[in-house]
């Protein structure tokens, strides 16, 4: 008997609590939990309804750093369900062997290649009025190119590191968003599916110009999306914990460590985890748990998940350091 009780006595003390020590904020927040709960159903379902049923078959889909890592695993998802696919990149080689194994090994019948560096504006204009002159409509924009680094702040030799992280991770995802607008309006239910990162979420030391990119991410895109929703035009926000692929060897600055990766998944994992949300039309996927408790613990106990982190987090991005 006293076994079901447990449950109601904790929470009268979360509230009694959250009322006397933190704010009566905290306390209304408790009470209406259940009602929040329901209403976030509530909201969700309303999101699902209205952005499916969305099949990927015969889906215009731009994938930009589909050249290795998380980019390719997705093209080769799209392919296996017949997407149309434009993959870009800056290694041309890499990306003509991405394509050819979506054709050969996925069955995709049209594939497009196209070298560009979405920092460079001009190549970005040139790749979506390629995609304009070819298909006039977008169905998704999956903005998945980019860079990391590992490095102190104050010992970064060369400023630039934050500038081309900025350039590649932000302006790279905002100005391709920007010029693409107009074909994603012409695709009813169409997708903008942001590769973001839980450092998007969660900062850790050695990352600053990374963390920026990616919190800056989310502001512009969690901000968009009030702005196109009459559009019909779904954000898909993913938030990948660590993933087996070649971004920590390409990372930027001097790299003083190297992560541990026995827990990361796999690219393919990855990708067919974002791309389960992008069908549903998800506002946000969150890969692990974790992702999920940083986001309420910060906001309810800033001060202690600041110490936290502080204190573990080195263990994760330098474990022969610490
Ligand atoms: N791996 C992880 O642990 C992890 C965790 C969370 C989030 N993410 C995010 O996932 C995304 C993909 O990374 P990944 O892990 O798959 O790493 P990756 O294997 O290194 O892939 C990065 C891709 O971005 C492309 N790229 C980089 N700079 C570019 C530029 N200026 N213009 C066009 N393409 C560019 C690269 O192609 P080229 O070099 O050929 O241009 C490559 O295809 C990134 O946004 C990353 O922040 C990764």
Redesign the pocket.
Known sequence: MIIYLIPSIIGLLSIAIAFFTKTSMLALFTILYPFLYLLDLYARYKRHKLAQPWPAKDKVVLI?????????SLAHLFAKQGSTLIL????ED??INVANECRDQYGATKVITIK?????EDDVSKLIKTVEDSFNKLDCLIL?????MGERFESISDYNIIKTIM???YF?STYITYKALNLLKNSKGSRIVV?????GICPVPLRTG?CGS?FALRGFFESLQFEIWEHEIFVVMA??????????D?RLGKTPSRLDMKS?MS?DE?ANIIYRGVVRGDKEILFVARGEFARLAEGVFPDAWSYLTRKYSWKIVAPSNS
């Open positions: 930009t750093g589909a050249s290795s890592g998380i980019g390719r870009c990149a800056r290694r890499a990306l560009c560096d979405v920092s460079d998945n190119a980019g860079v990391s350039d590649i991770n790279g590769v973001d990162s839980f450092l990374y990616k938030y990948p914990d660590v993933v087996k692929t070649e971004i920590n390409n990361a690219s990855c």
